[in-house]
């Protein structure tokens, strides 16, 4: 974690098994606590889920979690074929198509597209927001209203710069979400995205991830960029789709003239 970031412990209620606690914090590298203290941030197991919170900072949500089955989400997976996303994505001939999500961070996005019936592998580099996005894919998959769409899902905790380019199968499409600078400054970011960008401020430049992307040579890249946000790699895509706030970049087939180096 970059040094900038506030400091993050472990805080477990009581009722979590010890096992289950020190497994985690282990596995994450993070120290276990027993008192929360004043401005750390914190990642709270309790027997519910786990948490991310920032204590004493009215700007912040208190605490974020991911659930897949709030309402808003929920209305979003029973109509996925409403969404601009969606429609980016789709793939026409193609049966549960395969999408990359390389930039997967609390799966919103990701579980969307596998609500439309996509296989969904996901791939996010941050060990925290990984963990966070995994308890919220376990309770997922033991909902009956979501253990389906889960089964679609694969989360890969790495950095896709890394593995895009030894998929052990050719994607159909690659999405890209990166989380880009001028958002943070943003009087608009979410307030969750706004605690995610406390824990990361070390992300790879999105040009980086658009030029690994393409040259996976999927049949689309789908980028999500702020509706005015310029071109990545100033390159016009083979088309837009415009939303209130933020729009999709399509790149469609492969451009030849594109070189990696
Ligand atoms: C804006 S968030 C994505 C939000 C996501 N689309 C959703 O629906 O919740 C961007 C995420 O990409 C992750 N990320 C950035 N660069 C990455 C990389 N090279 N490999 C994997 N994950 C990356 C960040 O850690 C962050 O969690």
Redesign the pocket.
């Known amino acids: 974690m970059h040094s900038s970031n506030p400091p993050l412990a472990l805080l477990a209620d009581p009722q979590c098994t010890t096992d289950r606690v020190a497994k985690l914090a282990a596995s994450l590298g993070i120290s276990l606590i027993s008192e929360p203290h004043g401005q750390v941030l914190l990642l709270r197991l309790t027997p519910e889920h786990l948490e991310l919170c920032k204590l004493g900072d009215p700007e912040l949500p208190g605490a974020l979690w991911v659930d897949f089955e709030r309402p808003s989400a929920r209305r979003r997976h029973c109509h996925p074929g409403q969404e601009l996303l969606v429609k980016a994505a789709k793939v026409r001939h193609t049966t549960g198509p395969l999408v990359i999500?390389?930039?997967?961070?609390?799966?919103?996005?990701?579980?969307?597209l596998a609500a439309a019936g996509c296989r969904v592998w996901m791939?996010?580099?941050?060990p925290i927001?990984a963990a966070l996005l995994h308890d919220g894919l376990e309770r997922a998959a033991r909902s009956p209203h979501t253990a389906a769409i889960t089964n679609r899902i694969h989360l890969v905790v790495?950095?896709?710069?890394r593995?895009l380019p030894e998929l052990d199968e050719q994607p159909d499409v690659i999405?890209l979400?990166?989380?880009?600078p001028e958002?943070s400054k943003s009087a608009k970011v979410k307030q969750d995205?706004q605690l995610?960008q406390l824990?990361?401020d070390n992300?790879?430049a999105p040009e980086?991830?658009l030029l690994a992307a393409l040259a996976v040579r999927p049949k689309k890249v789908v980028v999500?960029r702020p509706l005015k946000g310029p071109l990545l790699l100033g390159r016009p895509p083979a088309y837009m789709l415009k939303g209130k706030a933020v729009r999709f970049d399509v790149y469609v087939g492969t451009p030849k003239e594109i070189s990696i180096k």
């Open positions: 999500d390389a930039t997967a961070g609390l799966g919103r996005d990701g579980f969307l791939f996010e580099h941050n927001v790495g950095n896709a710069l593995h999405y979400d990166p989380m880009f958002r995205l995610l824990l990361d992300n790879d980086q991830l999500k």
